[in-house]
């Protein structure tokens, strides 16, 4: 069904267009004119960005006064807990709605089934209480998966050498209603396990915790460019297969469609779409065809590119503007970026 609507949205456009006269030609059009000083481009312009549109990502660590550089991002940094002011203080200052957290969880407190996401004390849960008492009108969105816990950086329990998808999704629930129960707004399942936004909203509900938005990871590819986020992490070193067992394959796009039907059925809030830039078009079509609230992530390897070009001065820093933009001309209603604090000091300014 959805297909057929789909179908018949895009049919009726191309019809009216081929309706349409172009009146005049050049002399007369001269479609320059609509470009040619800065105050009419400004006038005119169809999509601009704000500091509305971002969501900063933090990566948090163990430890006592401690700002930790991650090689593999410059300018992104892991924070301890007692440090989250310095990074906090900025997300208020220029008005950035909301913060994902993301914890570098010490190899001693792995194990093969990630039992520390089930942690009440662990790094994201002392990060939202602490976020919560001296930030509260910032959101937080909390990442639901197990790689960062795991011993084998997989998002799942692995049984015989595959990821458990059953197994998997009682863990998820419960890391699910941990999370809110410490005051999480936007519980965030990146896992891309079969089934888990039905089980994790009934959970949910159950518990008393209908306020709590889900924002599903739900087309979220097998993608090449997540590596400086695996070493954020710690979960790089780890992994001894690959995540194309329930990560998207990249090759595809009509398969989005149902993973994100399924998801919306089940009761995701919001979807996601992971990368971000090579996958413009999954936006675009996703939001056209469903007219639900669409995120998109820049992830940590669209991100180091940029970074990388700008350090080596061979783009400017307008780049990171224009890559931002171009996800809003996509149709994202917000765009998870480690740019944000950059972008949105630019934005203020």
Request: hydrophobic share 35%; with cysteine; aromatic share 10%.
């Given at each position: 069904?959805?297909?057929?609507?789909?179908?018949?949205?895009?049919?009726?456009?191309?019809?009216?267009?081929?309706?349409?006269?172009?009146?005049?030609?050049?002399?007369?059009?001269?479609l320059?004119?609509?470009?040619?000083?800065?105050?009419?481009?400004?006038?005119?312009?169809?999509?601009?960005?704000?500091?509305?549109?971002?969501?900063?990502?933090?990566?948090?660590?163990?430890?006592?006064?401690?700002?930790?550089?991650?090689?593999?991002?410059?300018?992104?940094?892991?924070?301890?807990?007692?440090?989250?002011?310095?990074?906090?203080?900025?997300?208020?200052?220029?008005?950035?709605?909301?913060?994902?957290?993301?914890?570098?969880?010490?190899?001693?407190?792995?194990?093969?089934?990630?039992?520390?996401?089930?942690?009440e004390?662990?790094?994201?849960?002392?990060?939202?209480?602490?976020?919560?008492?001296?930030?509260?009108?910032?959101?937080?969105?909390?990442?639901?998966a197990?790689?960062?816990?795991?011993?084998?950086g997989?998002?799942?329990v692995?049984?015989?050498?595959?990821?458990?998808?059953?197994?998997?999704?009682?863990?998820?629930?419960?890391?699910?209603?941990?999370?809110?129960?410490?005051?999480?707004?936007?519980?965030?399942?990146?896992?891309?396990?079969?089934?888990?936004?039905?089980?994790?909203?009934?959970a949910?509900?159950k518990?008393?915790?209908?306020?709590?938005?889900?924002?599903?990871?739900?087309?979220?590819?097998?993608?090449?460019?997540?590596?400086?986020?695996?070493?954020?992490?710690?979960?790089?070193?780890?992994?001894?297969?690959?995540?194309?067992?329930?990560?998207?394959?990249?090759?595809?796009?009509?398969?989005?469609?149902?993973?994100?039907?399924?998801?919306?059925?089940?009761g995701?809030?919001?979807?996601?779409?992971?990368?971000?830039?090579?996958?413009?078009?999954?936006?675009?079509?996703?939001?056209?065809?469903?007219?639900?609230?669409?995120?998109?992530?820049?992830?940590?390897?669209?991100?180091?590119?940029?970074?990388?070009?700008?350090?080596?001065?061979?783009?400017?820093?307008?780049?990171?503007?224009?890559s931002?933009?171009?996800?809003?001309?996509?149709?994202a209603?917000?765009?998870?970026?480690?740019?944000?604090?950059?972008?949105?000091?630019?934005?203020?300014?």
């Open positions: 069904m959805l297909f057929i609507i789909y179908y018949l949205s895009h049919q009726t456009k191309f019809n009216s267009l081929k309706k349409m006269k172009i009146v005049g030609k050049y002399p007369s059009i001269r320059r004119r609509v470009r040619n000083s800065k105050w009419m481009r400004r006038l005119i312009s169809e999509h601009k960005l704000s500091s509305s549109d971002l969501i900063l990502p933090i990566f948090v660590r163990e430890g006592k006064n401690k700002i930790e550089k991650i090689k593999t991002m410059p300018g992104v940094n892991r924070y301890s807990i007692d440090k989250l002011k310095t990074v906090m203080n900025k997300v208020s200052k220029y008005n950035i709605p909301m913060v994902a957290l993301f914890p570098l969880t010490p190899e001693r407190k792995k194990d093969k089934n990630g039992s520390e996401a089930l942690n004390n662990n790094l994201v849960c002392q990060s939202i209480r602490y976020i919560k008492k001296r930030y509260p009108k910032i959101g937080i969105m909390c990442d639901v197990l790689d960062p816990y795991t011993s084998h997989h998002d799942g692995i049984e015989k050498n595959k990821i458990d998808n059953d197994k998997t999704l009682q863990l998820l629930v419960k890391q699910s209603l941990l999370q809110a129960k410490m005051g999480c707004d936007v519980i965030a399942p990146s896992d891309m396990m079969d089934g888990r936004i039905g089980k994790i909203r009934k949910l509900d518990n008393n915790f209908k306020d709590v938005s889900i924002l599903s990871y739900s087309a979220k590819y097998a993608s090449n460019f997540y590596g400086p986020f695996r070493e954020a992490v710690g979960s790089k070193k780890n992994l001894k297969f690959d995540k194309k067992t329930y990560q998207m394959d990249f090759n595809n796009s009509s398969e989005a469609y149902r993973e994100i039907g399924l998801d919306i059925k089940e995701a809030d919001f979807v996601l779409i992971k990368p971000g830039m090579p996958y413009l078009d999954i936006i675009k079509n996703i939001k056209d065809s469903f007219k639900v609230p669409v995120f998109a992530y820049q992830v940590s390897g669209e991100y180091s590119l940029i970074k990388f070009g700008l350090i080596n001065k061979l783009i400017s820093e307008d780049a990171i503007l224009e931002l933009t171009s996800f809003k001309r996509a149709g209603n917000a765009i998870i970026t480690y740019f944000a604090l950059d972008i949105a000091k630019k934005l203020l300014n």
